[in-house]
């Protein structure tokens, strides 16, 4: 975004045509109008304020803080919707023309703030639930079966027990099963929805009921 306003401020916007229709209405831009360090400015406490909700240490209440915060957004983004055009109005004042500005900038990036954590958050429980299918595997290898609960495998075979970061907590495990074709394990994925993030491994004749 800081990258954006750069381009936009030196009216150098055609480096970004390939980033969609959203940039269209900043090609009005009245530049010399703009005060480019205020926009700067609102950009790096936005900036600041995402970090610290993505540090929030329990899920369930960084989504009450997400929610919060991608509803000032949305005021943003439908007063961009209801005067759609950048171009500076003859009554407008320079702070109100590069608060504007700002307003737009910060909209259009918002639905974007949190893709990036949340598929950085998936692969880091992927990779924790690929070690515990790995580690169960060497269990099997070893004992002749699967285990029972991921437990069995503390601390011989895993450190821990991964948990689930997407759940309400951040602290429940994930969720382990075996069946007839060999193991499952199942945790939920991003926004608290009960749509899981589900990794197979092993087949064979054991059989076995669910673990907590």
């Known amino acids: ?6 381009v936009i401020a030196t009216g150098k ?38 970090t610290a909700i993505m540090k929030t240490p329990c899920f369930k209440d960084e989504q009450i803080a997400r929610q919060i915060f991608d509803w000032k957004m949305e ?17 407008e004042t320079n702070q109100d023309y590069t608060q504007r500005v700002a307003d737009a900038m910060l909209a259009s990036y918002s639905p974007s703030f949190w893709r990036a954590e949340d598929t950085c958050r998936s692969g ?23 285990p029972n609960t991921l437990q069995d495998l503390v601390s011989a075979y895993l450190p821990q027990v991964p948990v689930e970061m997407f759940s309400a907590t951040g602290t429940e495990p994930i969720r382990y099963q075996r069946t007839d074709q060999g193991i499952l394990l199942r945790a939920r994925g991003p926004k608290l929805s ?17 673990g907590p």
């Open 13 to 50: 916007i055609g480096l970004l045509a390939n980033d969609g229709d959203w940039t269209r209405p900043f090609q009005a831009v009245d530049r010399d109008s703009v005060d480019w360090n205020v926009v700067l400015q609102q950009i790096n406490g936005v900036s600041d304020e995402i």
């Open 75 to 91: 005021k943003k983004g439908a007063n961009l919707r209801s005067h759609p055009s950048l171009a500076k109005k003859p009554e």
């Open 194 to 210: 009960d749509t899981p993030l589900d990794i197979t491994e092993g087949t064979g004749p054991d059989a076995g009921a669910e």
């Open 1 to 6: 975004m800081l990258n954006c306003a750069q």
């Open 124 to 146: 880091l429980l992927r990779e924790k639930m690929a070690r515990a299918l790995v580690a169960a595997a060497e269990y099997r290898a070893d004992k002749g079966n699967w």
